[in-house]
């Protein structure tokens, strides 16, 4: 069973690639342009520019002024929104398909003619950092799971957050804001995907007219070192003004392109998802933890490069978080020594099936699964082996995963210490 198009693949000589999936069940369509530019692509001393440019983006071009963007596609029936990730930025409108012209032509206007000034760059840096502030610093674990990634990486870049750290905002420059967007933002550094009501020819010819002039880039020079393999267990206690303890621990698991990492979801899916999952009925449902999760993202989302596995716990008032945090390992330890059953299998698969297949119903999101496996992996036809994948599962692959990725040397923790706000005070300035 797939619901996905066939989609059409075209490539400008300016180095544009382009996926097209037909679909004229409704007169609306879903455009997208995804960018290779995320918090992987940055170095110290610029981290947090990815995120800082998703919202430079909408400050206005010579013919489009600030803000005005996002007026002109919702005045015309449209949605749209961006965001970034470690691997990704990217754009999107939802419009009627009569309008499509008006995305294709807004979005190549500001890949090629933004306005970045001095001005918009201090006004946004404080946005970010007032983001980052409300985000991070000022909700109970924002900076617990900053310190988790930091912890578990030594090398690579994905041990600072997307949004950056706030030292790095301070110090960004207009000059680094000008040579990031001329290499970043071009068109052979992109992918645009068109899914709904729109021929491939009237796709190609847009794509062209708008985008076809515009000069390639050269390609960002990026030395990104692999991580060592982790030999033992690292450990870290982050003491803040709190009203619960918790910890959160993450293993080292593949990127994208491993089918390990499905099995991974599904491992997740068995300790987690749901009232019935092995967590809440051990952890939960007997009131010893507010909540315990594991999660190791899904597709399009997982991570381009290795990433992280994490399994944290919130525990409830008056448990023992060592003990809770003992008892869950031992739950892990279950999953290694024995076979899940076929019918908890059988859940887990129905329930990350029925997800994925539940989001296929949009343009939208068929647009994000080619586009991102495209920016991701350089081949966006994996995502019809998806569905299949799963059903494809047992429970020794289930075991097998368990056994290879969540062990103690392979696992980085950091607990989270409630402290009073006196002591708090004592610490210095969270940033």
Not at 61 to 89: H, M, W
Not at 272 to 281: L, N, Q, T
Not at 345 to 365: D, P, S
Not at 409 to 424: G, Y
Request: glycine share 6%; charged share 20%.
């Amino acid at each position: 069973m797939n619901i996905l198009p066939n989609f059409t693949t075209g490539k400008l000589a300016n180095g544009l690639q382009i996926l097209i999936g037909e679909d004229h069940t409704l007169p609306v369509v879903s455009y997208q342009v995804h960018f290779a530019a995320g918090s992987r692509y940055e170095r110290p001393g610029l981290t947090g520019i990815s995120h800082l440019f998703e919202h430079m983006m909408f400050k206005g071009t010579k013919e489009v002024g600030p803000e005005e963007f996002s007026r002109i596609i919702q005045a015309n029936g449209g949605t749209l929104n961006a965001f970034t990730t470690t691997d990704n930025t990217s754009y999107y409108e939802n419009l009627p398909s009569a309008k499509l012209e008006l995305a294709v032509r807004l979005e190549a206007d500001r890949l090629q003619n933004l306005q970045i000034t001095q001005q918009t760059l201090e006004t946004e840096r404080e946005v970010v950092r007032s983001e980052r502030k409300l985000r991070a610093v000022n909700t109970p674990f924002g900076l617990l799971i900053e310190q988790l990634f930091a912890l578990a990486y030594e090398k690579h870049p994905y041990r600072w957050p997307v949004i950056g750290w706030d030292y790095d905002l301070k110090n960004l420059t207009l000059e680094d804001c000008l040579e990031y967007y001329r290499l970043f933002y071009a068109p052979n550094n992109a992918v645009v995907v068109m899914v709904g009501d729109v021929s491939a020819e009237q796709a190609y010819r847009l794509v062209e007219k708008y985008y076809g002039s515009m000069p390639p880039q050269p390609r960002p020079r990026l030395v990104i070192p692999p991580e060592n393999t982790q030999r033992g267990e690292k450990r870290a206690i982050f003491k803040k003004v709190a009203q619960v303890s918790a910890f959160f621990a993450g293993f080292h698991v593949p990127g994208i392109n491993h089918p390990d990492l499905l099995a991974l979801e599904m491992l997740c899916a068995v300790l987690a998802a749901g009232r019935s999952s092995r967590f809440f009925e051990k952890f939960e449902k007997p009131g010893q933890a507010v909540e315990v999760r594991a999660e190791v993202g899904s597709p399009p989302f997982f991570t381009m490069d290795p990433g992280l596995l994490q399994i944290y716990a919130i525990a409830a008032p008056g448990t023992c978080l060592a003990t809770l945090e003992t008892e869950i390992w031992r739950e892990v330890e279950n999953l290694k020594e024995q076979l899940i059953g076929d019918a908890e299998l059988m859940k887990a698969k129905k329930q990350l099936r029925a997800a994925l297949l539940r989001n296929m119903q949009t343009n939208f999101f068929k647009g994000l699964l080619a586009g991102l496996y495209q920016i991701k992996t350089g081949n966006f036809q994996q995502i019809y082996a998806l569905l299949s994948a799963y059903a494809e599962i047992t429970p020794a692959d289930i075991q097998r995963v368990a056994r290879k990725y969540l062990r103690a040397e392979n696992r980085t923790v950091v607990t989270l210490v409630p402290v009073s706000q006196r002591e708090h005070e004592t610490l210095g300035e969270l940033a």
